[in-house]
Structures are given as C-alpha cells and as structure tokens.
C-alpha cells in the first residue's frame, strides 16, 4: 500500500518561497509518477505540477500560472518529492496535496480524479 506524508506548508508574504516535501512508502517501482494539487477556499482541487519518473530520467509538467515559479523534482533517496515554490502570490493560498500512481497511468494529469494515492495535505497561506 503506497502512503504519503506530505510537510513543508507555512505562512508566507507574497514573494516569499516555501519547499514541499512528500516522502512515499510501499513501492518499488522504477515508473512512477508524483503530482502536487491544490484546493483553494471554495475551488475545486486542481493540478498544480507532476513529475514522470521512468528508468534514466524524469519528465514535470506546470500549469501556466505556476510556470517560472514553482520546480517540481525527486530527492535522490527516489522517495521524496519536492515541490519548490518561489515568487508566491495570494493566489496560491490552499491546501497543497500529494498525489502518487504507479503505471498504468490515468490520461490527463492535472485531473485530480485520474490519481490513485494522497497525502493529508499541507496548508500554504500566503499573504500580507
């Protein structure tokens, strides 16, 4: 069974960074793929970044208005995923999820349904 646990979230001004970690347990896969989401006050949860991990290499994908910002990456221990946030906006206030999935994976990444594990989530708060 894959679990996550997720930590790093906190109260930052705007243009503040804040590092996320997600560190799995239960696989031993070498294809994987991580994903961070996020849910705002009265949002739907929505994709954030994900990251494809396959033998020799590893492939993020960002939605546009994280793009320039946020880095999505692995730690070399290939359980912890990391989700880097510089420049925060106000925008980007919620709760930050892990995600998980071993292949076969769902079509669209970003869609939150498509993921089959979760961590509890994360707060990310940023304001003045």
């Known amino acids: 069974q894959v679990q996550l646990v997720e930590s790093g979230g906190g109260s930052v001004p705007p243009g503040g960074s804040l590092r996320l970690s997600c560190v799995a347990s239960?696989?031993?896969?070498?294809?994987?793929?991580m994903g961070w989401f996020r849910q705002g006050p009265g949002k739907e949860r929505e994709g954030v970044a994900s990251i494809y991990i396959y033998p020799g290499g590893a492939t993020p994908y960002y939605i546009d208005p994280v793009k320039g910002r946020f880095t999505i990456s692995q730690d070399n221990d290939q359980k912890t995923g990391v989700l880097q946030m510089n420049n925060l906006k106000p925008e980007d206030t919620g709760m930050y999820y892990c995600?998980?999935?071993?292949?076969?994976?769902?079509?669209?990444?970003?869609?939150?349904?498509?993921?089959?594990?979760w961590g509890q989530g994360t707060q990310v708060t940023v304001s003045s």
């Open positions: 995600a998980a999935d071993l292949p076969p994976y769902g079509g669209t990444w970003y869609a939150a349904g498509e993921w089959k594990h």
């Open positions: 239960g696989w031993t896969s070498t294809r994987r793929r």
